[in-house]
């Protein structure tokens, strides 16, 4: 039973999130059909003030669920480790006194990263991706690139999700702009540059569309190269889509350094004890000099 700890359990504990809305979105994430659909019309009728904390939400779970995987991936290591100690004992290489007291710490080890995975965490996050994919906002853009760029162990299920999802990605990037419409983290510009990777043309010529607006400079090295055809097996739209997209990129990319440099001209480094007070030297009146109104 601790194996199985529902994520949907923690939602209502959420910073972001009110605890009405913490409870419907913890209902859209559960097994029950009607629950899910109830609870999605009724955080859909408040899209515009629900958008920004749900983001929010989703990337925190996102973070988490992250944290755990990286910390699940030490399992082969705990498991060498009991092996090498398991030999150790056994061939007498040290005494099994000194060995034994380390037994409490091995199996709190090897137990702490079971009880901590939840296997329904990633259809639990693709879920809430799937929920944050139905919002007409630009905002979504970065949720859906970070979602895209994780490793879970996909179904059928998640697979036919995560297709929807890449869907609604392409079809957000295409509506940008400007420079105004969105921003994007630089870890969310990372998974777009890793979604250029992807086989789906359709996708790549999306995110080429719309790093000219979003893009940073570490864009510029894959864009460059599928420009240059380096890229093996690259389509021709996507190379001229690549070309097209490479002198806009660099353009923004100028002037994000150009702001960059100006704001740290503007505002210097300056130490508390260089900052000096002027003092003021206040002539000394004598009392005879003062003279009320009545005397004038």
Known sequence: MLYNINMASLIPKSQYLNEETASSLADYLGPISWKKNAAEKKIRERSSEL???????????????????????????????????????NFRIVDTVEIGSLYPLLIVFFIL?????NPNSGMQIINFATLIAKFDDLRIIG?????????????????????????????????IKSENDVELTSNQI?????????????????????????GNKSCLNYVHKLANQEIYNTSFAVVEAAEKCLPALEARVARLNTAETLLRASSPEVKNDTLLIPTLEIPEIRSEELLSSSQK
Request: hydrophobic share 50%; glycine share 0%.
């Open 143 to 175: 949720s859906l690139a970070e979602i895209l760029c994780k490793n879970f162990a996909y179904s059928y299920v998640a697979n036919y999700k995560l297709t929807n999802i890449k869907s609604t990605l392409r079809e957000n990037l295409v509506l």
């Open 51 to 89: 958008i920004v904390p749900l983001l929010q939400e989703f990337h925190s779970r996102l973070c988490i669920i992250g944290k755990i995987n990286k910390f699940t991936s030490s399992i082969p290591t705990i498991l060498i480790a009991a092996c090498i100690m398991y030999t150790i004992i």
């Open 190 to 214: 990372a998974c777009l540059v890793k979604l250029l990777k992807h086989r789906s043309d359709r996708l790549k010529l999306a995110i080429l569309h719309a790093l000219p607006f979003v």
């Open 113 to 117: 990263p079971m009880l901590s995975t």
